[in-house]
Nanobody, 124 residues
Framework: QVQLVESGGGSVQAGGSLRLSCAASGYTYSSACMGWFRQAPGKEREGVAV???????IYADSVKGRFAISRDNAKNTLYLQLSSLKPEDTAMYYC??????????????????WGQGTQVTVSS
């Protein structure tokens, strides 16, 4: 079955960096659109960055220039490099997969499979 396991979250001060990883299994990883989403307490889940099978990416305006999504198809792993972190980036970060990849979208409802999440906390 499809499994997505995130890691790499933690607590950092504003301006710091983190690298999130998502290990995927149970499907043909290279054929899937992948994405990172986040949800802060009391807020809806939002798209952060997504990547399609060709490596094309889309970022939320709030993270452009600070976050970078990438994928390693040989390792079935998705990454999110977080830099210049701000307190408003504090949230649970989720990895998601869209197996029928006709294009990458930032909409959470487009993705069927989700990981359990990894917490990112940024202090001022």
């Amino acid at each position: 079955q499809v499994q997505l396991v995130e890691s790499g979250g933690g607590s950092v001060q504003a301006g710091g960096s983190l690298r999130l990883s998502c290990a995927a299994s149970g499907y043909t990883y290279s054929s899937a659109c992948m994405g990172w989403f986040r949800q802060a307490p009391g807020k809806e889940r939002e798209g952060v960055a997504v990547i399609d099978t060709r490596g094309s990416t889309i970022y939320a305006d709030s993270v452009k220039g600070r976050f970078a999504i990438s994928r390693d198809n040989a390792k079935n792993t998705l990454y999110l490099q977080l830099s210049s972190l701000k307190p408003e980036d504090t949230a649970m970060y989720y990895c998601a997969a869209r197996l029928s990849c006709s294009g990458a979208y930032l909409f959470p409802w487009k993705y069927m499979y989700w990981g359990q999440g990894t917490q990112v906390t940024v202090s001022s």
